[in-house]
């Protein structure tokens, strides 16, 4: 069964009736149904075309949240081999929002790092939904510095609506561990690449994503804040996101013309929930793509030209 977003209730009507005629024919088998449930879906898959032909940036910020999406741990399941979970930060505790471990890509030693939301209500509330508290963060930096000491490639999977706001991870010290994973980021002398799988929301996304190279899910969002968020500082009024949405850029194709991201990953008609499989083989394409740019660039070539990419950030401008 589909979870369907608020605008796609129309196309929920036309599959649900092609659903209860394929279930009243397995009822009585005399029954021939398939001509007429045939024809709904293909007016379903023509609606689904047409809803997702230009999808505004709110419509994309609906589509990055889907509860359907593939998350961190299937990535990791599916594009990496010999996976070793680490745990802990060796100051205060273990974070689950936080997944990360020593794996093989394609065969190559790496270290992979990122946000995991959970899949259930059990999973989402263990994983704190993917918003990391400091120990997140400090895992992130100690797993990027053991990378570093051993020569790995780092691979990281951003998906956070942004980093914990609670009481507790700023007595520990949120921001500073934010701005030290961002440092981090900057100084390690190995290949860094990272994707955008969902969201990429404020300081918590930038921690793991400032990279060599940045690739972004199609229907994907990077933002300093939520269009929520934005809207409720600027307006004073929470249901103006639509309008923040548009004004914040977030979408993978302004971003890419901004030069924050570097390409966009396609994703199938309706987005990564309708073909997991296919979404999960895109990205690990990106990856090989990227990680093979990199390829035999010496330490200090790396870093330097990672420097200078986010010096230069923001000379490109959108088309008027």
């Known amino acids: 069964m589909n979870n369907y977003l608020e605008f796609e209730k129309p196309l929920a009507e036309i599959e649900g009736k092609a659903e209860e005629l394929r279930a009243l024919a397995r009822q009585n088998e005399e029954m021939d149904?398939?001509?007429?449930?045939?024809?709904?879906?293909?007016?379903?898959?023509?609606?689904?075309?047409?809803?997702?032909?230009?999808?505004?940036?709110?419509?994309?910020?609906?589509?990055?949240?889907?509860?359907?999406?593939?998350?961190?741990?299937?990535?990791?399941?599916?594009?990496?081999?010999?996976?070793?979970?680490?745990?802990?930060?060796?100051?205060?505790a273990d974070d689950l929002a936080v997944m990360g471990g020593l794996a093989r890509f394609e065969g190559t030693p790496v270290?992979?790092?990122?946000?995991?939301?959970?899949?259930?209500?059990?999973?989402?509330?263990?994983?704190?939904?993917?918003?990391?508290?400091?120990?997140?963060?400090?895992?992130?930096?100690?797993?990027?510095?053991?990378a570093d000491r051993f020569a790995l490639p780092i691979v990281t999977l951003v998906d956070t609506v942004g980093a914990y706001p609670g009481k507790g991870a700023e007595e520990r010290g949120q921001s500073e561990a934010i701005a030290r994973a961002t440092e981090k980021c900057?100084?390690?002398?190995?290949?860094?690449?990272?994707?955008?799988?969902?969201?990429?929301?404020?300081?918590?996304?930038?921690?793991?994503?400032?990279?060599?190279?940045?690739?972004?899910?199609?229907h994907s969002i990077y933002t300093v804040i939520s269009p929520e968020g934005c809207a409720s500082i600027l307006w004073k009024d929470a249901e103006k996101?639509?309008?923040?949405?548009e004004a914040l850029h977030l979408t993978a194709q302004d971003l890419l013309k901004l030069g924050v991201a570097d390409r966009v990953i396609p994703e199938p008609l309706g987005g990564a929930q309708r073909d997991r499989a296919?979404?999960?083989?895109?990205?690990?394409?990106?990856i090989g793509e990227m990680l093979g740019e990199l390829d035999g660039r010496k330490p200090a070539q790396i870093v330097r030209e990672r420097r200078r990419k986010y010096l230069d950030m923001g000379s490109k401008g959108l088309a008027a």
């Open 33 to 92: 149904v398939e001509k007429e449930a045939a024809a709904l879906d293909r007016k379903a898959e023509a609606m689904l075309a047409e809803l997702y032909k230009d999808l505004s940036a709110w419509r994309k910020c609906q589509v990055a949240r889907h509860p359907d999406r593939p998350h961190c741990k299937d990535y990791v399941e599916a594009l990496f081999s010999e996976f070793t979970p680490l745990a802990g930060d060796r100051n205060f």
């Open 111 to 146: 270290m992979v790092i990122g946000h995991e939301k959970g899949h259930n209500t059990k999973t989402r509330i263990e994983r704190n939904f993917g918003m990391a508290r400091p120990e997140g963060y400090r895992k992130a930096i100690r797993l990027m510095e053991l």
């Open 186 to 218: 900057l100084q390690v002398k190995v290949p860094l690449v990272s994707v955008i799988i969902g969201e990429g929301g404020s300081g918590g996304a930038v921690a793991f994503a400032t990279a060599d190279r940045l690739a972004m899910l199609e």
């Open 241 to 245: 996101m639509r309008e923040a949405a």
């Open 278 to 286: 296919a979404t999960i083989a895109a990205v690990g394409a990106a």
